[in-house]
């Protein structure tokens, strides 16, 4: 993403014009058209995770996050 001359990161275009200028970015990005999206924060993304009945990923790796420890290996986890 370039702004004022300079190269960013795309996750920089919400914080700059929002979800418009996130959309549009993203779609020039990908060359392709975006034409919904969801713009929702941690809480909101808590209440889908656990409506689907969590999520399940696979960590290549064992890292800490926030007090949270996640191993290296496949989790089911839900959204807290």
Do not use: R
């Not at 700059?16 to 924060?41: C, D, E, H, R, W």
């Amino acid at each position: 993403m370039h702004n004022s001359g300079s190269i960013q990161k795309i996750n920089s275009a919400y914080e700059i014009g929002g979800a418009k200028t996130a959309k549009k970015t993203v779609s020039k990005l990908l060359n392709i058209p975006i034409n919904y999206y969801l713009t929702l924060n941690k809480g909101g993304l808590a209440k889908i995770v656990d409506a689907v009945g969590g999520v399940t990923v696979t960590s290549n790796l064992t890292f800490t996050f926030n007090n949270i420890t996640i191993k290296k290996g496949t989790h089911h986890l839900n959204g807290k």
